[in-house]
């Protein structure tokens, strides 16, 4: 990843700064025709001071640099250098910014590591959920603007199947896209299978993922919210788990932190991550 940032960077700002590379002689012949060999030499410097070099060419140009990451994996080494060394350069005062996105979960675990705890200082921005007219209305239009008909009923289904989330929406709408490719019309069927397989995909990747970064008082949390239908308040969850009002409040702001409840108001959190609250459930009675 950090290559590629580099190399993507050298690419599109060729017109701004010296990117060529230095060779050496290592042999020459004198034989009947000649001969001259060079071999490239690589520069032994770090990433970061690479690319601090390439931002102050930038910044002697009159312009800066914007590093944009999507689907955050606080599992990579390469991010958290990517997060530190970004720090690094913000502290010298270059002319630089990093946009991330990623699932709530995954952004909370980023911004929880000890070596990049500076990024919970950066702003953030919460996509929530997404209105059903937005989502009715991305679909049909994606569908019409690449000359494609869609079953009204199936457009229907899969609008209350997304339930308002981002990655559904991408998901059911590739899915149901992709199974007749070839066909003019995306019919009732198609978003049918469509919507299992997203179905099947949002289990595996991410509430199955969500469920496993649960410490056991998250799940014990989780599930005292089980009791109720829709909200639960904060009072009813210190009786049900026993824990003083400190304690409760700890795990609920985790919990939101990780976007799997939200707030509904003063005192009142509900399940916020669409399908987590069947899920946990399950997991439960096993």
Same mark, same amino acid.
């Given at each position: ?21 230095? @060779? =050496?002689?290592? *042999?020459? *012949? ?6 001259? =060999? ?32 999507? =689907? ?5 080494? =390469? ?9 690094? @350069? ?12 990623? &699932? ?23 996509? *929530? ?6 989502? /009715?209305?991305?679909?049909? /239009? ?12 199936? !457009? ?8 308002? @989330? ?22 009732? /069927?198609?978003?049918?299978?469509? !919507?299992? !397989? ?7 990747? !991410? ?33 049900? &788990? ?9 795990? /609920? ?8 409840? *939200? ?24």
């Amino acid at each position: 990843m950090l290559e590629e940032i580099e190399f993507g960077t050298k690419r599109a700002a060729a017109h701004l700064i010296d990117s060529s590379y230095h @060779f =050496e002689v290592t *042999g020459l *012949g004198i034989a009947p025709l000649g001969s001259i =060999e060079v071999n490239r030499v690589h520069d032994a410097s770090t990433w970061r001071y690479r690319m601090s070099d390439i931002i102050d060419q930038l910044n002697g140009a009159g312009t800066g640099l914007l590093v944009t990451v999507d =689907e955050v994996d606080p599992t990579l080494d =390469e991010m958290i250098q990517l997060a530190a060394t970004y720090q690094h @350069f913000v502290t010298d005062g270059k002319r630089v910014a990093l946009l991330m996105a990623g &699932l709530p979960n995954n952004v909370s675990t980023l911004l929880n590591h000890k070596t990049v705890s500076f990024l919970r200082r950066a702003q953030q921005y919460h996509l *929530g959920r997404i209105a059903d007219y937005d989502v /009715r209305e991305a679909l049909i /239009r994606t569908i019409q603007e690449n000359d494609r008909l869609a079953d009204a009923e199936g !457009i229907d289904r899969a609008v209350r199947s997304i339930s308002g @989330f981002p990655f559904l929406l991408q998901l059911v709408g590739y899915r149901a896209w992709d199974l007749t490719s070839d066909s003019k019309e995306i019919s009732s /069927r198609d978003f049918d299978l469509g !919507i299992k !397989i997203a179905r099947d995909e949002m289990d595996d990747r !991410i509430l199955a993922a969500t469920y496993r970064e649960l410490t056991a008082e998250d799940k014990r949390f989780l599930i005292a919210m089980l009791d109720d239908e829709e909200e639960s308040t904060t009072a009813d969850l210190v009786e049900r &788990l026993k824990r003083s009002p400190q304690q409760v409040s700890r795990y /609920r702001r985790r919990m939101i932190d990780a976007g799997i409840i *939200g707030e509904r108001g003063r005192g009142l959190v509900a399940f916020e991550l669409p399908f987590f609250r069947d899920y946990l459930a399950a997991q439960c009675v096993k």
